[in-house]
């Protein structure tokens, strides 16, 4: 079977940024499926117009597409059910939905505001002018303007991880005793970190941060080699 | 079995208003449990002091006395495997941990500023005292300067909500077609609000707010009783 992962890249086609398609990168991991990541940039719409999207992820296999992240889990949940499980069952694929939707509305946000400048730096041309006019227009301000102290930012984001924090001095991963895709969604915004900023988001003793190793070190090697570390 | 739940109750025995004591009580009828109900007070440590904790909830089942809301859901689950789960399986149980930790680290933070001067009133005599010296310790000012703004912390709240009513928008529970333990343990700070203040927290259309009563809904008549709404 053919599989194909589109993903959002920035100039350098191997820097992959976009928080969607790495939980997506990690759940086809954690399933063991092989796939290719292929590189998108924001203003190719033509050449995801096949799919029907006009956003990444989308995933096609044998030229059938699936789009948006939550809808490409599920799918390969229930396409796959003898490979490693994502979610444990219809209640944890339920319950997975709070981490999905704490991670889109309450840890993007407070990590954007620090990732805004960096992202449009490693942008190609197109991509750089569409950023800052949508952005712009999403927070009502210059690019320059939205993250006035980064230190403050990282206080909020440090604060913000506290429920995360409180789960991981009681067990390995947010799924237990190994990763489920609600690691994988978590761990999604900071390979979105790591793809354009060198920035240490969290302290070495955070217990955080020693979950985020521990991710790291169950990539595979091709997705490794896209992290920028 | 004899098994009794003891409760934090205001001066009216009747008032039940600990959050954790709530989400127990919750998962007992979960379980079909039959119980009582107990009231218990701030200062009667005495009448604790065979369980080895100092605070409810304690659960005892034929004098074996379980303290703390986490370790007693874990102990109904093991204990009544053949009874509806609270978790849905391992996994379950693992992810349901990121809810508690959030509900208790987040949603607690943005709905105590408003229901403090509400709890104070209610109480009895000696925990009033205690009330109000050890939460003015915690919070480092008087009970009356900690929410100088209802309005603006009512707002917060709402927003604190957000993951939640993003999930609420989707399915009807927090834990898929029926509630899990996930949903007694936010529900647990609605009824602890509903318990000592009249408050509206909620717009009427708030898909929160029809979750809500979903799960007023479903509570038994004993514990209907016990809900001042």
Redesign the interface.
């Known amino acids: 079977m053919s599989r194909v992962l589109y993903e959002l890249a920035a100039a350098d086609p191997d820097r992959r940024f976009s928080p969607f398609c790495w939980r997506i990168r990690l759940a086809l991991e954690h399933k063991g499926l092989a796939f290719d990541g292929r590189p998108w940039r924001f203003t190719e719409r033509d050449a995801l117009a096949f799919s029907g999207s006009d956003k990444v992820p989308v995933l096609v296999e044998d030229g059938r597409a699936i789009a948006e992240s939550s809808a490409i889990a599920a799918h390969l949940e229930a396409a796959y059910p003898d490979r490693p ?1 994502l ?13 999905v ?2 991670t ?3 840890l993007h946000l407070a990590l954007v505001p620090l990732l805004l400048l960096d992202i449009h730096r490693h942008l190609d041309d197109a991509d750089r002018a569409y950023f800052r006019r949508s952005r712009e227009a999403r927070f009502g301000k210059p690019l320059e303007a939205v993250c006035p102290d980064p230190e403050a930012q990282l206080a909020t984001l440090r604060r913000t991880l ?3 924090r ?2 991981l001095r ?2 390995p ?5 190994a990763p ?1 895709y ?1 690691d994988h969604v978590v761990m999604g915004a900071f390979l979105w970190a790591r793809g354009v900023s060198a920035l240490a988001l969290l302290e070495a003793d955070d217990p955080v941060e020693e979950w985020r190793k521990r991710m790291l070190d169950r990539m595979g090697e091709g997705s490794r080699a896209l992290t920028f570390g």
Request: charged residues 10%; without cysteine; glycine residues 18%.
């Open positions: 499980s979610f444990g069952g219809t209640a944890g694929l339920a319950l997975t939905r709070f981490h939707a704490w889109d509305g309450v506290a429920p995360v409180a789960v009681h067990q991963f947010l799924g237990g005793d489920l609600a």
